[in-house]
């Protein structure tokens, strides 16, 4: 009954390689959000989509696409993968996001991902 | 953008003692909320305050808010090993589009 699941846990790559996240929430949530947290643990929002539309896409690499089938789901892909990529990617759920928040996001346990 | 800067960077003390942090912003907010990061996990929601309060707790958890300072404080009291971890402070700005707006994080240390 995890509520956000990410998969996988651990992703190790060579550069260049295409690589997918996935994440699944079952909160009900209307909001999902993609985050990086580099080397010294700032977080970085990238993206957020509210029942599956894109609502905040911050500077990123176009190399980053995110894709949401539903509402309970995002997924995000990386191409031609590089070093710098490396660093642990977050996904993220909440019952607001197009409004100040009421209740705090709900993580999942994040993707480690090495590109070597 | 890093709005919230935690303070101090890093805490180590005794089991039983209480853990301090501070977070300050620069804008105004609608709320602040803290969470917290076990190493190799995912951040966990611990509480939310809104502008308009000044003081709210949960369990072991104290968390103030000054707005005319903008800062605001976590105080974990009698801690225990298990609340080894990163905490973080995040803030709903009034002109971030809703985004929370991160700290850089507290490393908390209970030594046992």
């Known amino acids: 009954d995890t509520a956000v699941s990410q998969t996988p846990k651990y992703l190790v790559t060579q550069m260049g390689n295409d690589k997918s996240i996935k994440c699944e929430q079952n909160l009900g949530h209307d909001t999902m959000y993609w985050y990086k947290q580099d080397s010294k643990k700032f977080l970085k929002i990238m993206f957020s989509?509210?029942?599956?539309?894109?609502?905040i896409n911050e500077t990123v690499p176009n190399r980053f696409s995110p894709k949401s089938p539903d509402k309970a789901h995002l997924n995000l892909h990386i191409n031609s993968l590089e070093l710098g990529d490396s660093a642990v990617y977050f996904c993220a759920s909440s019952q607001d996001g197009t409004a100040w928040a009421n209740y705090g996001y709900t993580f999942g346990s994040g993707t480690r991902l090495t590109v070597v | 953008s890093q709005q919230g800067e935690e303070d101090p960077q890093a805490l180590s003390i005794q089991e039983g003692e209480n853990a301090t942090m501070n977070c300050s912003y620069k804008?105004?907010?609608?709320?602040l909320q803290w969470y917290r990061q076990n190493s190799g996990r995912g951040l966990v929601h611990l509480i939310l305050?809104?502008?308009n309060e000044r003081e709210k707790h949960s369990g072991r958890l104290r968390v103030t808010l000054d707005t005319s300072k903008k800062s605001s404080s976590l105080l974990i009291t009698a801690s225990r090993a298990a609340d080894t971890a990163s905490y973080f402070c995040a803030t709903d700005g009034m002109d971030s589009n809703y985004q929370l707006i991160w700290g850089a994080g507290t490393k908390l240390i209970i030594k046992p």
């Open positions: 305050i809104r502008s």
């Open positions: 804008t105004s907010i609608n709320n």
């Open positions: 989509y509210n029942n599956k539309e894109l609502i």
